[in-house]
């Protein structure tokens, strides 16, 4: 099993909060009521690992099983507006591999 946070990688935190994310993400992975509670209420177990309130209190964060939507994509936290109004190939081209599904 998959859980992805939607925009977990490109949300603000704090490095020291990386191996608690990832001992979260395990633990919900491997723990079916943790994985339920996480589902449920993700900003409040983010929040216990230390993440800053303004990723958990402006950021809507949705727990995904990949086994239950293989296709399912993680967006860029934030989008460039002048970029996407020049088509900065460059960029558009990095953001189109997000959407790929190889």
């Known amino acids: 099993m998959h859980l992805e946070v939607i925009n977990m990688a490109r949300f603000p935190f704090y490095k020291s909060n990386i191996k608690d ?8 992975a ?42 399912a994509v993680a967006l860029p936290y934030r989008l460039s507006t002048e970029k996407l109004k020049t088509g900065n190939e460059t960029y558009l081209r990095d953001l189109s591999r997000t959407f790929s599904l190889n």
């Not at 994310?21 to 919900?28: E, H, Q, R």
């Not at 943790?34 to 589902?39: A, E, G, I, N, V």
């Open 21 to 28: 994310l990832g001992k979260l993400i395990a633990k919900a």
């Open 30 to 71: 491997l723990d079916e009521d943790f994985r339920r509670s996480f589902t449920e209420n993700p900003s409040a177990l983010l929040e216990e690992i230390g993440l800053p309130p303004q990723s958990t209190k402006l950021l809507t964060f949705k727990v995904v099983d990949q086994g239950e939507v293989p296709n």
